[in-house]
């Protein structure tokens, strides 16, 4: 063989292998995205990935002062020994949060100098996003029931990076209290998700949207009986972490941190700008809103989350005829407790009068779970959640951006109910 024809018979080798190579490649990667039992890698993958991502943020996109300043002077006046919630204000209003906030704010006051070293404040809150996602990761894995690829979905919200990291909002420990109670209810421990449960609704009350579709899955799964003592368990911490507030005024405390009546300002909206001021900030259009979320509360309860037991007035005689007793006849398996979980929070924020830019975070991470629940097609899907996305990036919001919020959610609130 001449050296021309062995270069020749060399160079056609090193083809075939690139081709392996190459086809290697695109097996593994095909494999990652699609293969169930690449799951997690993919997972580890995303989380890394996001917290790259979010240094990335930190240090190269500007912080804007909302609420941390007001957070820390509040902190400042209860490291003074004030104890009375109608006393705690700051530049942006009163301490409008239960106590567990109060807690961790108090913590991150001692680590960050009163409040002042603001980029320790990021670097804490960048971990706190990326527990967020890896909670979230866990979640979908624990359902079994979404495409590996979904998860690359989670890291690519603008705003969700922006109120971690940018904004530090406290509306991030809530959350990560709420993900935590999740994934523990998934996995069958109600004692240790009621705590964690609990923790979140001691940092801000907007967890109790979850508590509908909770009651439902606890009714079910362990009985009336047990239900009612955990509502009490919960009623016992709330009380427990409170108590220095409570001594010193109890309504203040209870008119301030769970001020249900509290109208938030028209401008700063960013769900029913479509609905005229003078309408959404009549009391008439807070029952109407409050209807509105108990009808749909009771259109899931009726067609979708009871169905699989026999329906609702099943599950209720079973669980007034035998109390101690699991109510549900059907297995509640880890995606069921997402599902429902996510869809009673989601139909709450439907039915919010009132929005603000850093109450995405509530459900931007529970949205693509939610949407590909709906039989909707593929690119529909993909449209809700450009869709949802960009309203949240208008910012100051306006009809348009509004009307796309609204309509998103509710088409997702519809599919859930129609087709999931």
Same mark, same amino acid.
């Given at each position: 063989m001449t050296q021309k024809e062995r270069f020749k018979e060399r160079g056609v080798e090193i083809k075939i292998m690139g081709a392996l190579s190459l086809s290697s490649v695109f097996r593994w990667v095909q494999q990652l995205l699609l293969d169930p039992n690449y799951f997690w890698l993919l997972s580890l993958l995303v989380v890394f990935g996001d917290a790259l991502l979010s240094e990335l943020i930190i240090r190269f996109v500007?912080?804007?002062?909302?609420?941390?300043?007001?957070?820390?002077?509040?902190?400042?006046?209860?490291?003074?020994?004030?104890? &009375?919630?109608?006393?705690?204000?700051?530049?942006?209003?009163?301490?409008v949060y239960p106590a567990g906030h109060v807690y961790?704010?108090?913590?991150?006051?001692?680590?960050?100098?009163?409040?002042?070293?603001?980029?320790?404040?990021?670097?804490?809150?960048?971990?706190?996003?990326?527990?967020?996602?890896?909670?979230?990761?866990?979640?979908?894995?624990?359902?079994?029931?979404?495409?590996?690829?979904?998860?690359?979905?989670?890291?690519?919200?603008? !705003?969700?990076?922006?109120?971690?990291?940018?904004?530090l909002f406290n509306d991030c420990w809530s959350l990560v209290f709420v993900q935590s109670a999740v994934l523990a209810f998934q996995s069958g421990l109600d004692e240790v998700g009621t705590l964690l449960y609990s923790a979140a609704l001691s940092v801000k009350m907007s967890a109790l949207l979850y508590l509908p579709g909770l009651l439902v899955i606890l009714v079910k799964r362990r009985g009336i009986l047990f239900t009612c003592r955990k509502l009490v368990t919960m009623l016992a911490i709330q009380t427990f972490l409170a108590y220095p507030f409570i001594q010193e005024d109890l309504w203040a405390y209870i008119n301030c941190a769970f001020d249900f009546g509290r109208v938030f300002l028209y401008k700063w909206t960013v769900n029913w700008r479509m609905v005229p001021e003078e309408i959404f900030l009549s009391p008439g259009w807070a029952k109407g809103l409050l209807i509105g979320h108990v009808t749909a509360l009771l259109c899931f309860g009726l067609l979708r989350w009871c169905k699989p037991d026999g329906?609702?007035? !099943?599950?209720?005689?079973?669980?007034? !005829?035998?109390?101690?007793?699991?109510?549900?006849?059907?297995?509640?398996?880890?995606?069921?407790?997402?599902?429902?979980?996510?869809?009673? &929070? +989601?139909?709450?924020?439907?039915?919010?009068?009132? +929005?603000?830019?850093?109450?995405?975070?509530?459900?931007?991470?529970? +949205?693509?779970?939610?949407?590909?629940?709906?039989?909707?097609?593929?690119?529909? !899907?993909?449209?809700?959640?450009?869709?949802?996305?960009?309203?949240? &990036?208008?910012?100051?919001?306006?009809?348009?951006?509004?009307?796309?919020?609204?309509?998103?959610?509710?088409?997702?609130v519809l599919g859930l109910l129609l087709n999931a």
């Amino acid at each position: 063989m001449t050296q021309k024809e062995r270069f020749k018979e060399r160079g056609v080798e090193i083809k075939i292998m690139g081709a392996l190579s190459l086809s290697s490649v695109f097996r593994w990667v095909q494999q990652l995205l699609l293969d169930p039992n690449y799951f997690w890698l993919l997972s580890l993958l995303v989380v890394f990935g996001d917290a790259l991502l979010s240094e990335l943020i930190i240090r190269f996109v500007p912080y804007t002062e909302i609420d941390w300043e007001t957070y820390m002077i509040h902190i400042g006046l209860y490291r003074k020994g004030e104890r &009375n919630y109608a006393k705690i204000t700051g530049p942006t209003g009163p301490l409008v949060y239960p106590a567990g906030h109060v807690y961790i704010h108090n913590a991150l006051y001692e680590l960050t100098n009163s409040g002042t070293n603001v980029a320790l404040a990021q670097q804490i809150y960048a971990l706190l996003y990326t527990l967020s996602v890896a909670l979230s990761c866990a979640i979908y894995g624990k359902a079994k029931s979404i495409p590996n690829w979904l998860l690359l979905v989670l890291p690519l919200s603008k !705003r969700l990076h922006s109120i971690f990291t940018l904004r530090l909002f406290n509306d991030c420990w809530s959350l990560v209290f709420v993900q935590s109670a999740v994934l523990a209810f998934q996995s069958g421990l109600d004692e240790v998700g009621t705590l964690l449960y609990s923790a979140a609704l001691s940092v801000k009350m907007s967890a109790l949207l979850y508590l509908p579709g909770l009651l439902v899955i606890l009714v079910k799964r362990r009985g009336i009986l047990f239900t009612c003592r955990k509502l009490v368990t919960m009623l016992a911490i709330q009380t427990f972490l409170a108590y220095p507030f409570i001594q010193e005024d109890l309504w203040a405390y209870i008119n301030c941190a769970f001020d249900f009546g509290r109208v938030f300002l028209y401008k700063w909206t960013v769900n029913w700008r479509m609905v005229p001021e003078e309408i959404f900030l009549s009391p008439g259009w807070a029952k109407g809103l409050l209807i509105g979320h108990v009808t749909a509360l009771l259109c899931f309860g009726l067609l979708r989350w009871c169905k699989p037991d026999g329906g609702t007035f !099943r599950i209720i005689e079973r669980a007034l !005829r035998r109390p101690g007793r699991p109510a549900g006849l059907a297995p509640i398996t880890p995606d069921y407790v997402a599902t429902v979980l996510f869809t009673s &929070n +989601l139909i709450g924020i439907l039915f919010a009068r009132s +929005l603000h830019y850093q109450f995405y975070s509530w459900y931007a991470q529970q +949205l693509p779970f939610l949407v590909w629940k709906t039989r909707y097609p593929y690119i529909v !899907r993909f449209c809700l959640l450009l869709a949802v996305e960009y309203a949240w &990036n208008v910012f100051p919001s306006t009809v348009l951006s509004s009307s796309v919020l609204l309509g998103s959610n509710a088409i997702i609130v519809l599919g859930l109910l129609l087709n999931a």
